[in-house]
């Protein structure tokens, strides 16, 4: 073998670590295609490919490995946060309360069961606090108790046995939650096709989507008077997509005079619609979509000029036309009924109805040119990396803590995408990426950073199974997986009236782990539990990254 090869595997250089660091995600990459029961540890075996080649004796530069460990993570929550954001804030509604004081309950009764076995054990709270990181599969968490273990100058064995601790327990992590869903199903005696069947009555399969009615006026009080007069008496907002009205089928304007006997089809979300008939009168059987006497047409026009972004939508002058009506708006999988205080975003797909004119205007204004959409602007998305970075520094400092309170690189980043999610256009900072896009990002940057943990703390491997240590930590780290999972989701089922397909994806989200929720949705056959996910996982994520934290500062 050549020198210059030999020395290209073993001197510290660039090339080196490039070369390694490529091996490992390769190598860990391929191995997470194999599955166990129907079940892949993913991306995890990263970490495991790292493990192997330290324990073997592989090193890189340290300082080359906590930059790209800490880049990697920052990409990884930076990418979570503007992939979840649309829904998050879409959650923060009444009635995605309860599931997010159900998520926040499983995280700190997590948090308490790995308290009461560092005080019965005699472990360090940073080897715990890796322990309950790996048992709830919550990465950022890892990163946020190392981090927290560096301000504390924690050295030594108890600083590089969290990652072991965390290694260790995360496999069994995975299933136990797996198991925790199927435990459920057992408890709750249910059957796949009754719970299917009980969504379907409920309406629940589109729960957050709008819903179409056509109406009958017979209201009395709102003949002759302006469609305007309807929209103040609601207290959400409604969209009248078509109307018939004089003998034809038109998209009426607010200042429209209403007359006895119009037809009204009105998009609404689904709890408004009692109320609709209550003021404007009974279902009608006149169905305005598919009328042969009517030219107006349907169509979904993609938002790609970013002008529009940085204006309420009723404050666009192309929008104020009477040929059309915005019916519906879709974000991220998220659909909405789009009024005059909001604001479009970049990939929005956005619902016309009207005329042949009408429909070519709004697709001028909006753009439609996918083409626009294929390549990322990426000085925006850096920018807000920079201002995540600036937020996860700041110090907090709270009355008998050693040190300050720091949300960190893991906090910081994901915190400022979901603002920057929900605002960014009002600062012209338009985070869009396409799917494929953000999921390219997500994956190099937990490959990276699972890598990085790895090929730091193989060396000490035998430390964790030469004492006995590993295996007592994988038993407290299924207890911490699986009491907080079946109690709460018992919780939830009994008395906050949640179905089976809502628990599964409530357990999927307060874990922050999609193997769960492919398992999950699988399993019902229904998007349901996806709906829940998203709408916990964002606050869940936020919480577990600062109890890690806190774990550390307070009891070490």
Sequence with gaps: MPDWFRHLFTEMSIAQSVIIYGLVIALGIWLG????????????????????????????????EHFIKEFGLILFVYSIGLQVGPGFWASLKK???????????????GVIITVILYYASGNHISVMTGVMSGAITNTPGLAAAQAAANDLNITGTDKSLITLAYAVTY?????????????????????????????????????????????????????????????????????VSRMYHNGEIITPTPGLILAENDVLLIVASKQEVEQLKLLVGPSSAMNLKTAQESDLISRHIVVTRSAVTHKRLGDIPELHQHDFTLTRLNRAGIELVPHGDIFLQLGDTVKVVGTEQGVQLVTGALGNSLKKLEA?????????????????????????????????????????ALLLSRFGNLFYLNNYTTNSANLMIRELGISLFLASVGLSSGKNLSVAFGNGQGWIWMAMGIAITIIPLVLVGFIAHKYFRKTYFE??????????????????????????????????????????????????????
């Design 33 to 64: 295609r194999i599955k166990i029961a129907g079940i892949s540890l993913g991306i995890t075996w990263v970490l495991f490919a790292g493990l192997i080649l330290s324990y073997i004796g592989v090193e890189i530069d340290t300082r080359t």
């Design 95 to 109: 009635n995605a309360v309860a599931n997010n004081i159900l998520a926040a309950a499983i995280v700190a009764t």
């Design 171 to 239: 496999p069994l992590g995975v299933f136990g939650i797996i198991g925790a869903l199927l435990l459920l199903k057992k408890i709750f005696h249910v059957k796949i096709e009754d719970e299917q069947e009980l969504h379907r009555k409920l309406g629940m399969l589109r729960a957050n989507r709008p819903v179409s009615v056509h109406l009958n006026l017979e209201n009395k009080q709102l003949v002759g008077q302006p469609l305007r007069k309807l929209f103040g008496l609601l207290k959400e907002h409604v969209v």
């Design 376 to 416: 990322p602007d990426l000085a925006p998305i850096f920018m807000g990396i920079v201002l995540g970075v600036i937020l996860g520094s700041i110090p907090f400092h709270f009355p008998n803590m050693p040190v300050a309170v720091k949300i960190g690189m893991a906090g910081g980043p994901l915190i400022v």
């Design 503 to 556: 628990v599964c994806g409530l357990l999927a989200g307060a874990s922050t782990d999609p193997p769960a929720l492919a398992f999950a949705t699988k399993l019902t056959g229904s998007d349901i539990p996806s709906v829940t996910y998203a709408t916990v996982y964002p606050l869940t994520m936020i919480l577990r990254i600062v109890a890690a934290q806190l774990l550390i500062l307070l009891l070490a």
